[in-house]
């Protein structure tokens, strides 16, 4: 998927596959929901998503609401804060290691 914010486009053919989530129910669910976590070649991280219409990931149109597919774009802290939810330890290693500890 390709988008362009601000003059800039993002796409997730030439960005890097950092990290993937989703909530394990097939597409045909209404509550479907598939994150993918991709960086750029610049450091700029982005979410593509798609949701189902019972998802955040929806739009309303008229009385129907529909599952959408949209990029978004990450501050490093939204990206950090996205990999600790879905605890991916390694990711967090390879692009935050400066800004973690032993407990």
């Known amino acids: 998927m ?3 914010i601000n003059k800039k486009i993002y796409d997730t053919e030439r960005a890097k596959l950092v990290a993937k989530y989703s909530n394990g129910l097939p597409i045909s669910n209404f509550k479907h929901v598939y994150e993918d976590l991709y960086v750029t070649k ?9 949701g189902g219409p019972l ?12 599952g959408v597919e949209d990029i978004i774009l990450l501050s ?3 990206a950090y ?5 879905n605890n991916e330890i390694e990711v967090i290693k390879k692009y935050f290691d400066s800004e973690i500890e032993e407990g």
Request: aromatic share 16%.
């Open 55 to 66: 998802t955040i990931y929806s739009e309303k149109i008229g009385s129907n609401t529909y």
């Open 2 to 4: 390709q988008k362009v």
């Open 76 to 78: 490093e802290d939204e």
């Open 42 to 50: 610049k450091g700029q991280f982005f979410l593509h998503v798609q």
């Open 81 to 85: 804060k996205w990999l600790e939810k």
